[in-house]
C-alpha cells in the first residue's frame, strides 16, 4: 500500500538555523498538506499546497515557514530561523482530491529546537 | 472559530469490554467528520468518515461512530475492544466548504487495553 514518507524521523538543530523537513507524498496526489503536534498538544494544520501554490494557511504558518514542491516527488517545508518554540512533531499529509477524501499521514519528523 | 473536543485523555479498558470514546465539535455549519488512530511507533490511520447519509458509520477493525447533530458528537465506539487497540485516538473535523482543506483535531485519547 502507497505510504507519505518522512525525512528525517528526528531532527535536533540550534536556535537561529535553518531547517528543511522532507516529505514524499503519494504519488498521484494532489492535494498536500503539513500539521505539526508541540508535545502534550493538539496536532495543528499549518499549510496546505495545491498546485504549486500554497491554497490555505493557518495563522501559525508566519514568514518564518515556507513550503515548496521542488521536483515532482518532494514537498519540503522550511522553517527559517528556528525557535525554541518549533520544537515539535512535524506532519506531512496528502490527498488525491481537496474535498471529501481522506488525508494520509507520513510518520512525522520529529524536530529539537535547542 | 471551529473546534473539537476529546473528554477522554486515557481510557484503561480489559481485553473483550466495550469502548466509548467522546468526541464533540464546535461550528455552526456543516462538517466533515474522522477518526484517525495512532499505533506505537506508526503514523496516523483513518478509522472511518462521515460526510452525509446515514449517521452511522463503520470502520475499520469493528469500530463505528455516530454523528448526532442535535449534540454536536461523533462518539466512537466498539463493542470488544483487544489488546492490539491499544494506541492514540483522534476525531477530527473538516469544514464542508469548497475552500476548506484542513483538518481539526481533538486533543487525543491514549487507550489503553490489558490482557
Known amino acids: 500500500e502507497p505510504e507519505v514518507t518522512q525525512t528525517p524521523s528526528h531532527q535536533v538543530t540550534q536556535m537561529g538555523q535553518e531547517v528543511i523537513l522532507r516529505c514524499v507524498p503519494i504519488?498521484?496526489?494532489?492535494?498536500f498538506y503539513w500539521y505539526r503536534q508541540i508535545l502534550g498538544q493538539k496536532v495543528e494544520f499549518l499549510v496546505s499546497?495545491?498546485?504549486?501554490?500554497?491554497?490555505?494557511k493557518s495563522e501559525i504558518f508566519d514568514d518564518q515557514f515556507s513550503v515548496e514542491r521542488p521536483d515532482g516527488s518532494n514537498f519540503t517545508l522550511k522553517i527559517r530561523s528556528t525557535k525554541l518554540e518549533d520544537s515539535a512533531m512535524y506532519f506531512c499529509?496528502?490527498?488525491?482530491?481537496?474535498?471529501?477524501?481522506?488525508?494520509?499521514f507520513g510518520p512525522g519528523t520529529r524536530l529539537t529546537v535547542t | 472559530a471551529q473546534s473539537v473536543s476529546q473528554h477522554n485523555h486515557h481510557v484503561i479498558l480489559s481485553e473483550a469490554a466495550s469502548l466509548e470514546l467522546g468526541c464533540n465539535y464546535s461550528?455552526?455549519?456543516?462538517?466533515?467528520l474522522f477518526w484517525y488512530v495512532q499505533y506505537p511507533g506508526q503514523h496516523l490511520q483513518l478509522l472511518l468518515k462521515?460526510?452525509?447519509?446515514?449517521?452511522l458509520v463503520k470502520g475499520i477493525k469493528g469500530f463505528e461512530a455516530e454523528f448526532i447533530k442535535s449534540k454536536f458528537s461523533f462518539n466512537l465506539r466498539k463493542p470488544s475492544v483487544q489488546w492490539s487497540d491499544t494506541a492514540e485516538y483522534f476525531c477530527?473535523?473538516?469544514?464542508?466548504?469548497?475552500?476548506?482543506?484542513?483538518?481539526?483535531f481533538g486533543s487525543g485519547t491514549q487507550l489503553t487495553v490489558l490482557p
Open positions: 499529509a496528502s490527498s488525491l482530491l481537496a474535498g471529501v477524501v481522506e488525508q494520509y
Open positions: 462521515y460526510f452525509s447519509g446515514d449517521p
Open positions: 461550528y455552526g455549519g456543516t462538517v466533515n
Open positions: 477530527a473535523l473538516k469544514i464542508s466548504s469548497g475552500s476548506a482543506r484542513q483538518l481539526t
Open positions: 504519488s498521484n496526489h494532489l492535494y
Open positions: 499546497f495545491y498546485n504549486n501554490e500554497i491554497s490555505e
